[in-house]
């Protein structure tokens, strides 16, 4: 069985400055649980949308009750793919985000959808999905409960954090478009 999760919410910021802070998230005071991140591809395609794809390694503690059924030497660590399509046209952020190890424990996949507000200037509309499961006999629906409190909790700790995230940004999302439009072609060129 999967949980699932599904909010909407309006951020209370431009699109512009929420898609340049979502680039300028980590390292966060509020996220102290992410350690790295790593940017693995990012491609700019005919159609003007920026794809990219990161692997994040964030810290993963077990709840007290679960330490004692699984093995001391079992990896705190939980590797995540995040993939994202930016649309400058039509003014949208898409993100889809997945665990890679650890997937017969915990399975977490998350998808958010920003859209630049039509009916409100200056907000940003974020509609967040997630579905959480565990394949592990007996212990799946407790896993579920203790992953679905600490994605709330998560959810939390970036809304207080979004007043710090949506200040305008030191670099524009403008800029960020033209480094990779260059950045391609000169690519091309040393092809």
């Not at 993939?83 to 039509?90: A, G, R, T």
């Given at each position: 069985m999967v949980k699932y999760f599904c909010s909407s919410t309006d951020i209370k910021s431009t699109w512009d400055h929420v898609v340049s802070a979502f680039w300028q998230r980590y390292p966060n005071p509020f996220?102290?649980?992410?350690?790295?991140?790593?940017?693995?591809?990012?491609?700019?395609?005919?159609d003007h949308r920026l794809l990219s794809r990161r692997l994040l390694m964030k810290t993963n503690r077990l709840p007290r009750w679960a330490e004692r059924f699984f093995p001391s030497g079992m990896s705190r660590y939980v590797y995540i793919l995040e993939d994202s399509i930016l649309d400058p046209v039509n003014r949208s952020l898409t993100t889809y985000t997945w665990n890679l190890n650890h997937t017969t424990l915990m399975s977490v996949e998350e998808r958010c959808v920003f859209l630049d507000s039509a009916e409100?200037?200056?907000t940003t509309q974020l509609k967040r999905e997630a579905w959480i499961s565990s394949s592990i006999f007996g212990f799946s629906k407790p896993i579920q409960v203790h992953l679905l409190a600490v994605y709330f909790h998560n959810r939390q700790?970036?809304?207080?954090?979004?007043?710090?995230?949506?200040q305008p940004p030191e670099a524009s999302l403008v800029?960020?478009?033209?480094?990779?439009f260059f950045y391609k072609i000169s690519k091309a060129f040393l092809a």
């Amino acid at each position: 069985m999967v949980k699932y999760f599904c909010s909407s919410t309006d951020i209370k910021s431009t699109w512009d400055h929420v898609v340049s802070a979502f680039w300028q998230r980590y390292p966060n005071p509020f996220s102290t649980h992410v350690l790295t991140e790593d940017v693995v591809y990012r491609e700019v395609t005919t159609d003007h949308r920026l794809l990219s794809r990161r692997l994040l390694m964030k810290t993963n503690r077990l709840p007290r009750w679960a330490e004692r059924f699984f093995p001391s030497g079992m990896s705190r660590y939980v590797y995540i793919l995040e993939d994202s399509i930016l649309d400058p046209v039509n003014r949208s952020l898409t993100t889809y985000t997945w665990n890679l190890n650890h997937t017969t424990l915990m399975s977490v996949e998350e998808r958010c959808v920003f859209l630049d507000s039509a009916e409100q200037p200056s907000t940003t509309q974020l509609k967040r999905e997630a579905w959480i499961s565990s394949s592990i006999f007996g212990f799946s629906k407790p896993i579920q409960v203790h992953l679905l409190a600490v994605y709330f909790h998560n959810r939390q700790v970036k809304s207080q954090s979004k007043p710090k995230l949506c200040q305008p940004p030191e670099a524009s999302l403008v800029h960020l478009l033209f480094f990779l439009f260059f950045y391609k072609i000169s690519k091309a060129f040393l092809a």
